[in-house]
């Protein structure tokens, strides 16, 4: 047999089996309902992505804010300190300048 003898034979227009039609009706709901289970599997997971993504958003300002807070009073207490330093220097400076000179007299 030649090939083009071989493609009119399988080209040609046949009756489909007897159960062809339920069999790919059958085919097009499983495939449908598989469709739908698919979408309500992934239905789900759209809004967890999302969830996760605001979470993390909200951990990370908190964290940020926790260390701006942190640098802040760092710089307070400094400044407390250096207050404190030069009140001190201040005190001490008055109380050396205010202590009686003495002055020993020798009894020879």
Known sequence: MDI???LRESLAARKPPAAFESAV????QM?????????RAFAWRV???????VL????????HAGQQRA???RE???LALAITSHKL????????????????????
């Open 4 to 6: 083009e003898q071989q």
């Open 25 to 28: 009706m059958a085919r097009v």
């Open 31 to 39: 495939a449908a309902r598989q469709g739908i289970a698919a979408r």
């Open 47 to 53: 809004p967890a992505a999302l969830a996760a993504t």
């Open 56 to 63: 993390a958003g909200a951990v990370g300002l908190h964290w």
């Open 71 to 73: 640098a802040h009073d």
């Open 76 to 78: 307070q207490l400094k």
């Open 89 to 108: 220097n201040e005190v001490q400076q008055r109380l050396v300048r205010s202590e009686p000179v003495r002055i020993e007299e020798n009894g020879t």
